[in-house]
């Protein structure tokens, strides 16, 4: 079993399982929406997290009609959110440890996380 981010893939195999043509994932890759890895001999190599990734692509244009403009504006938003998330999970635990150390115990908790995921409804 292969790590969530090893890169792992051919572009053909990814190609093939998401029934994409190669040419597509190269103008994804242009664009800056993927990023996969790249060999020595400069072959890309794709992890899960890339597949993911050009899944949730596929949805968007596919179903959705977004054109990459606007994918690219999803994916940066999403990743903002998640740098967010992140941010308020560090100052929570600084706020735990702020209290645990002054003797005050906090009842309610002050931030609440929400995980926020694009969420697709099919046919």
Do not use: W
């Not at 992890?47 to 596919?62: A, E, G, W």
């Not at 560090?90 to 702020?98: G, Q, S």
Request: glycine share 4%.
């Amino acid at each position: 079993m292969h790590a969530y981010d090893e890169p792992v893939y051919l572009i053909s195999v990814v190609a093939k399982v998401l029934t994409i043509h190669p040419q597509t994932l190269r103008q994804y890759e242009r664009e800056g929406l993927i990023c996969p890895s790249r060999t020595e001999g400069k072959m890309r190599l794709f992890s899960q997290k890339d597949i993911d990734k050009i899944k949730m692509i596929q949805r968007l244009t596919r179903d959705l009609g977004v054109n990459l403009a606007g994918v690219d504006i999803i994916i940066q938003l999403k990743e903002k959110l998640q740098e967010y998330e992140n941010m308020i999970d560090e100052l929570k635990e600084e706020l735990i440890k702020v209290n645990k150390n002054s003797g005050d115990t906090v009842k309610n908790p002050l931030v609440k996380r929400d995980s926020y995921e694009v969420i697709i409804f099919g046919e």
